[in-house]
């Protein structure tokens, strides 16, 4: 059966519940912001401008309006008392012999893929003794057969092609898998990473490939086959024959061939050490062999003559597809693959140069961070360059905040973090932000998952608790997994608020498996702790989503009515068809409902014909059978400009000079406004100067910093100093000032805080419009509107001003992107004045209701005169036009 698309496609929005508490804010809209004032001062979300941009310092330009659309981003609310529901049914959704699902306290290690390509995601688990210790267990593939994950590793994960070995059978103690394509036929392979092997043979103690075989010549599934000569035999650094002690692998195209490679980290000798001891069995003693593992194991220390470091494996491509070299130090060299108690490592594209990196953790010893080897032309690489220090253990990679590059997530000794990508230096290197994550405790993580399992558009984050090296294990680690909501919001944004889960699920716990069991689109979860496994099945919320085809309006003709497409999609229940409508709501006055016209999934919604400069907002409705009425957006309204036209009257992106622009310096000893290409300066592990700018190459910094510098050598001390923008010519009337600033001050947050003014004058005193403040990096969007603080004159002007007095903190300012737009109106009709004396009064009112039924009074522009048009008379009456 093939696997159910995700039902939400680009542009769709989801309903909430009307009288939902937990919803979110309203998005707002670039166009929105700067048009109608709307001001975010502390957006979490940087702005990223990519591609050519040719330089642009404009006056007087106007463009025609038309319709301009704004696409539709993904809200999601949820009725639910919490913020996922998740519902156990390990007993109708697992199939397996209860020696591997119950209390068989043992580590395990999940990976998944949909192997035999029936549309269903499938499951690995491989398995060892807990803990840095010798003592290998087989390990288990789980086919998901309709949604029922079923033990299937004698038919489709026993075959060899050396004798006597029987696949994931055989008593391997594997710490990690990963899946790739390594010989690219189509079909998704495996490779394991095997550890503490030391008295093992390197076909058991060395990584693992198991090769899918695909299907038979009648579409039958092969399953997989341990084929040992896909990598060849691994030595220690110095050359000595040694198993490493790998404690994760990862793959990912590291010599841009196309076919997948492999680096894996070592450790030397473990924290956990002497003979450790579990019951695997329950029988109150630890005498036992438990399906081929004995209940007592070494941790022995690492002979220095037998040491690994990192090893990095490639494919040998098309020359013969899916075996592998060791390049020993042939590509990194013995300083980027040194490392001494290696953990976790991550491929990832990391500076988003199209070439993928290595991210390594290495801990317990000297040296201990989370850093990046980048990969450059050739496949040579640089660094290792750190990302964060700290102590950290548990690692995984991902785009968390959702601009396009990938942040880190650290299972720290002490609290969790994430670690947010800025964007690069001027070296063409990531630069970052590290956040504690308040909800996490002081304490050893380690295997760390991403979902989205609330389908908000946003990855949670899942960290399981055991530490793979020092104790205590089974059956009890003492700890509990984590599983983060992601809020969007930059400086808060993983929250454990609630456990979602019962304690029982959560205790003791070495990995989860976020996966669409049953193919409903939502994400379940499969977690694997000493308890055993248990499944837990997403229960979707109900709802409607609302999706709009051609967008929504974001400004429209005055004087004409508009049209928008709206689609209704049910989950959970059945639209009724009487009940979709949109409430309108002109310069602030009461809502009117307009129906819908349509059937079934297909809608159109109309706006009545406005007046230039009608500030107009509106929302979405409609009930699903039996109750329950959702609306779009969540909370507010959407907001779209009623207008002839944008007159751009003032636009510089900063790339041409300084454009008439003027700086003042009063008293800074350092930090004077510059206009400069940027290069971005870190204290402590923390972005403070921009390293790029919002929408180009260059931009004003105060005093741009030097490549490789600290934020303390170039950032602003004293002062204040000011920046000041031409004058403008605003006789014609009211407009709105926009522009892309960077401010950050390590003082935020406390009395000592410093400040970016933004003020405006006409030529007589200045009147500040925004007062800026912020602790984080990254590029973000303000308006206001002229008129809001000083008349409009044809001596406008707008300058920025920042000081860091006294001097006792680190302060660095930017401005870009700086426009300056008014609305462009051309006189229409007054709708409501159906008399045409000028007066919306008592004649019209009785011209109206002597028309009703017919089309003589229709003001909205539907055809006919009813409700509507008498909610729009009565919104306009007693007004002129």
């Known amino acids: 059966m093939p696997r159910r698309p995700d039902r939400r496609r680009p542009g769709q929005r989801r309903g909430s519940r009307i009288d939902d508490r937990r919803l979110g804010p309203l998005p707002l809209t670039e166009d929105r912001n700067r048009f109608l004032g709307t001001m975010i001062e502390n957006d979490p979300h940087p702005i990223r401008h990519g591609g050519p941009l040719e330089s642009q310092m404009r006056f007087g330009s106007t463009f025609e309006n038309g319709l301009s659309l704004l696409a539709g981003v993904a809200i999601t609310a949820s009725a639910s008392a919490q913020w996922v529901d998740l519902v156990e049914a390990t007993d109708s959704r697992l199939v397996i012999d209860p020696l591997y699902s119950v209390n068989d306290n043992i580590e395990k290690d999940f990976a998944w893929d949909d192997f035999d390509k029936d549309g269903w995601i499938d499951l690995v688990i491989v398995r060892k003794f807990p803990g840095s210790i010798e003592g290998g267990a087989r390990n288990i593939l789980l086919m998901n057969e309709e949604g029922v994950l079923i033990d299937r590793t004698d038919q489709y994960a026993s075959t060899s092609d050396v004798s006597g070995d029987n696949g994931f059978l055989a008593l391997t103690n594997d710490r990690d898998v990963k899946v790739a394509d390594f010989d690219n036929d189509g079909w998704p392979d495996l490779v394991t990473s095997t550890t503490m092997s030391d008295d093992k043979s390197a076909r058991i103690g060395q990584p693992r490939i198991y090769m899918n075989r695909g299907e038979d010549i009648d579409g039958n599934w092969l399953g997989f086959r341990f084929e040992d000569d896909r990598i060849p035999v691994l030595f220690a650094k110095n050359g000595n024959a040694a ?341 309108v709501m002109v310069n602030g006055g009461s809502a009117i409902e307009i129906p819908m016209n349509g059937s079934g999934d297909s809608w159109t919604a109309t706006l009545p014909a406005f007046a230039c400069e009608d500030d107009v907002r509106f929302v979405f409705t409609a009930d699903l059978q039996g109750g329950g009425e959702f609306r779009d957006p969540a909370l507010g309204e959407y907001s779209t400009m009623v207008s002839s036209g944008i007159v751009v009257t003032f636009e510089d992106d900063m790339e041409s000079g300084t454009g008439g622009w003027t700086t003042t310096n009063d008293g800074a000893t350092a930090g004077a406004w510059e206009i400069a290409d940027p290069v971005a300066t870190t204290a402590a592990g923390q972005q403070f100067a921009p390293g790029e700018s919002s929408d180009g190459d260059f931009c004003w910094v105060t005093q741009n910093g030097s490549p490789g510098g600290s934020a303390g050598t170039a950032d602003l001390d004293g002062g204040p100093v000011t920046l000041t923008s031409p004058v403008m010519d605003l006789s014609d009337g009211n407009a709105t000032v926009s522009f892309d600033w960077w401010f950050m001050n390590d003082d935020f947050g406390t009395a000592a805080e410093d400040s970016l003014l933004v003020q405006v004058s006409n030529g007589g005193d200045w009147v500040t419009a925004r007062t800026i403040t912020n602790g984080s990096a990254g590029w973000n969007s303000a308006s206001f509107v002229v008129g809001d603080f000083v008349s409009p004159s044809a001596t406008i002007q707008v300058r920025f001003q920042c000081s860091d007095a006294p001097n006792n903190s680190l302060t660095e300012a930017g401005i870009d992107a700086f426009k300056v737009e008014r609305v462009e109106c051309e006189d229409v009709a007054c709708l409501e004045d159906l008399n045409g004396d000028g007066l919306i009064n008592g004649a019209d009112l009785g011209l109206l209701i002597a028309g009703w039924g017919t089309a003589s009074g229709d003001i909205n522009g539907d055809g006919t005169t009813n409700g509507a048009d008498l909610g729009l008379m009565i919104a306009a009456f007693g007004t002129d036009c």
């Open 243 to 583: 198993n490493p002690r790998a404690c994760a692998i990862d793959v990912g195209d590291l010599n841009n061939d196309g076919y997948p490679d492999m680096y894996f980290v070592d450790y030397d000798t473990p924290e956990t050490s002497g003979t450790i001891c579990i019951d695997l069995n329950g029988d109150g003693d630890t005498n036992d062999v438990v399906d081929g593992v004995n209940e007592c194991n070494q941790s022995p220390s690492e002979d220095p003559s037998k040491d690994y470091d990192g090893k990095l494996l490639f494919n040998q491509g098309a020359k013969n597809p899916g075996y592998f070299i060791d390049t020993t130090t042939s590509r990194m060299t013995s300083n980027q693959l040194d490392q001494a108690f290696g953990n976790e490592c991550a491929i990832r594209d990391v500076n988003n140069d199209g070439l993928l990196d290595v991210i390594r953790v290495n801990t317990l010893t000297g040296g201990q961070n989370i850093a990046v080897l980048y990969q450059t032309e050739g496949s040579s690489w640089i660094g290792p360059v750190e990302i964060t220090a700290g102590a950290p253990y548990g690692m995984n990679a991902a785009d968390l905040d959702n601009d396009g590059d990938i942040d880190i997530i650290t299972a720290d000794d002490g609290q969790d973090a994430y670690v947010l990508n800025n964007g690069n230096n001027g070296s063409g290197q990531a630069t970052w932000t590290r956040y504690t994550m308040p909800d996490s405790l002081n304490e050893f993580g380690n295997s760390i998952q991403f979902g989205d399992l609330d389908q908000d558009g946003w990855k949670d984050v899942i960290i399981a608790d055991v530490d793979s090296d020092l104790g205590p294990f089974c059956p009890s680690s003492g700890r509990r997994m984590h599983i983060y909501q992601n809020t969007g919001v930059a400086t808060n944004l993983l929250v454990e608020n609630e456990l979602i889960l019962p304690s029982w699920a959560l205790d003791s716990t070495y990995d989860a498996a976020p996966i669409d069991l049953n193919n409903d689109g939502w994400l379940d979860l499969v977690i694997g702790g000493c308890y055993g496994l248990s499944v837990w099945m997403n229960n979707p919320p109900i709802g409607i989503d609302f999706t709009y085809p051609a967008g929504i309006p974001s400004a429209i003709e005055p004087g004409a009515s508009t049209s928008i497409a709206v689609n209704l999609s049910a989950f959970g229940g059945t639209i009724n068809q009487r009940t979709p409508a949109m409430e």
